[in-house]
DNA sequence: TTGTACGCGTTATCAT
DNA sequence: ATGATAACGCGTACAA
């Protein structure tokens, strides 16, 4: 089918038989569980109780039920289902969907998060971190979900005081600065900032440079920005080497701004280079001035595999693993779901991946 | 507080007194409408009634009921709101996780979704495209949401013949190649392809050279894609200058080669630049071999306007308006809820925003 | 203008 | 091992 004849105007008009059939009270209604028992000639409970296997069933009505529901492609009908079970399969996800930097991050995020719960016939409910704590308590009291994730947490997090009344379980990727009473689950970036440290202190780098955050970010209060800044500065005191960290925003401006004050004159020595940052504008910007990491200078990063690899020279680098995350974080849940689990904070390990942007000795 | 004690195991036990105070039947169950009834003294179907407007009310009972609303934090319960009410007020969102390339374009999408049905007071469910048709049909069976929205439309798309079948309204942003009996929605690509290729042509360029999507993002068989290639190449042959078009991944190197292939000797002219890219790998490569764009060459761009404006020199472009996309979808959405709208194709303006990536003449 | 009563489709408690 | 039946909380037709 070709396209072109129809742009004439930039609203089209009516098309196809859909003029003719109108949407309505089209096709029969989705089948019911009575119908389900007519079918198979059994009570409307046996189904439920097949479906659930809350009590034992003869194999012989079971099939029976089975077919019965294969063929009408019966499904419980959600609404009445969370009435009378008090529990509605579904999960709040609170996006932070402000700032655009760490869009990849959230997705895979999300993706894990939606993925793992149709996984165990769960469903996702998309918040906005826009609601505040808020939010929260509506999709409580409406009974909308059964328990919440909650991401991007910073230090001073209204939704903190918020979880803690709340009766439905409350998961916190992140964590603020006091988090008794809450379950939270976050990456280990104390530990991945030493690592990095580390990395570049065992080939002799006399001195570090830091790419760190935005303004704007550090701005916001995630908790993570303090704690991996912190570490990474106690691990280079203690390895002896100096640390000079610049916040930079995430453009081409901020990248080439950090280049110019840290690196050494031509031909001399450079600082070992951590960023914080996707490393694609750093590499870009180095490869412009004809520093290939690994060759003239030391470069590690804290990234996603995915976006290590994306690049010409892929950093070593520690990744933050949202996958692994969003998992813990289900696995997680569910386990709230099921019993009492106590309030903690579990942390993701930290691994650094080595790919050749460090000369290392031997 | 400090977080540095606290890491001596990477998974931390129990903090703070949530051990002894342990999740479960603490404080009280929701109120609900008869709740509010009893306090503000009336029946439990004027609370009903007042809420939903759908009869006269007086003045004076009307203030009573919705102080007692308030008093409890009341809020009706989702499950019988939806069973007694066939009506969900949520609506499903088919994201397409795959292809962190366009990340930052989709959760735009996804935001502007989500604050524009909360302005309604609906809420979104978000659906993965890794269900397929079937995820369509679930929610509809299982009565999860009043109407889906669905993004990233093949030209082959299996969705919608279960959109057709669908007694639920569905909203495709993008179309298949038969749209019968469809409610679409789309940027104009055509006219946005007509309007970039123009700006090039007027100000003389002899050639035009058009960066493409990746050989995997054509290979999806978005339908965009050829829509977009198709009227760029007919308005350059109408303008009467040549267009080569290189598909090329969203990569340095990808962005490398095209510029080895198209750019012009040293010092001799070079071709107008279209690409369909994100800018920001162009203008870094460019800007790599001492070429600004608006002084040594003519470049134009097919990006959002955050992407432009975020760029050193930011490009002449064609925005394709994710937000107004978004917007207009929500509003076509609650038109049909409300009534019938007949299945047509609606497409969101293109426009040309100059920005002085483009040598004018005068 | 307001109250009464039934039904929505499940789950879960009684019986048998 | 299975069948009646009572909630669950709200919307709405019917009565008053």
């Not at 570490?231 to 950090?258: C, K, S, Y």
């Not at 004159?265 to 490393?279: A, C, E, K, R, Y």
């Not at 386990?335 to 689990?341: F, M, N, R, Y």
């Amino acid at each position: 089918m070709r396209i072109d004849d129809e742009r004439a105007g930039v609203a089209t008009g009516p098309v196809g038989p859909s003029v003719a059939a109108p949407r309505g009270r089209r096709g029969r209604p989705a089948p019911t569980s009575k119908d389900v028992a007519r079918v198979a000639g059994v009570s409307q409970s046996t189904v439920s109780y097949v479906m659930s296997g809350k009590r034992p069933i003869s194999e012989r009505t079971r099939r029976t039920v089975l077919e019965a529901i294969d063929q009408l492609t019966y499904e419980p009908n959600a609404g009445a289902r969370a009435l009378a079970g008090h529990r509605t399969n579904v999960v709040g996800l609170v996006v932070p969907f402000h700032n655009p930097e760490t869009a990849s991050g959230l997705m895979a995020f999300a993706e894990e998060i939606a993925v793992t719960a149709r996984g165990r016939d769960y469903d996702v409910l998309m918040l906005t971190a826009a609601e505040g704590p808020a939010g929260l308590a509506r999709v409580q009291r409406r009974a909308m979900c059964d328990a919440v994730i909650v991401m991007e947490i910073t230090t001073d997090d209204p939704r903190a005081a918020m979880a803690r009344e709340l009766e439905m379980p409350v998961i916190f990727i992140g964590m603020p600065g006091d988090r008794a009473g809450l379950h939270c689950i976050d990456f280990d970036f104390e530990t991945g900032a030493e690592l990095l440290v580390d990395e570049l202190a065992d080939v002799g780098c006399p001195e570090i440079a830091v790419l760190g955050w935005s303004q704007d970010r550090v701005g916001l209060g995630i908790n993570y920005v303090p704690r991996f800044r912190t570490h990474a500065q106690a691990r280079a005191a203690d390895r002896g080497i100096a640390l000079r960290w610049i916040d930079a925003p995430h453009t081409r401006a901020g990248v080439e701004g950090f280049l110019d004050a840290v690196l050494g004159p031509d031909g001399g020595p450079h600082p070992g280079l951590l960023t914080v940052h996707s490393p694609h504008d750093l590499g870009a910007a180095l490869q412009q001035r004809g520093l290939v990491p690994g060759r003239d200078l030391d470069l590690v990063s804290l990234c996603t595999d995915v976006e290590a690899e994306g690049q010409p020279v892929p950093p070593t680098a520690v990744s933050p693993q949202p996958r692994d995350v969003s998992r813990l974080a289900m696995s997680w849940l569910f386990d709230l779901l099921e019993g009492d689990v106590p309030a903690e904070l579990r942390l993701v390990d930290a691994r650094l991946t080595r790919r050749g942007s460090v000369r290392r000795a031997g």
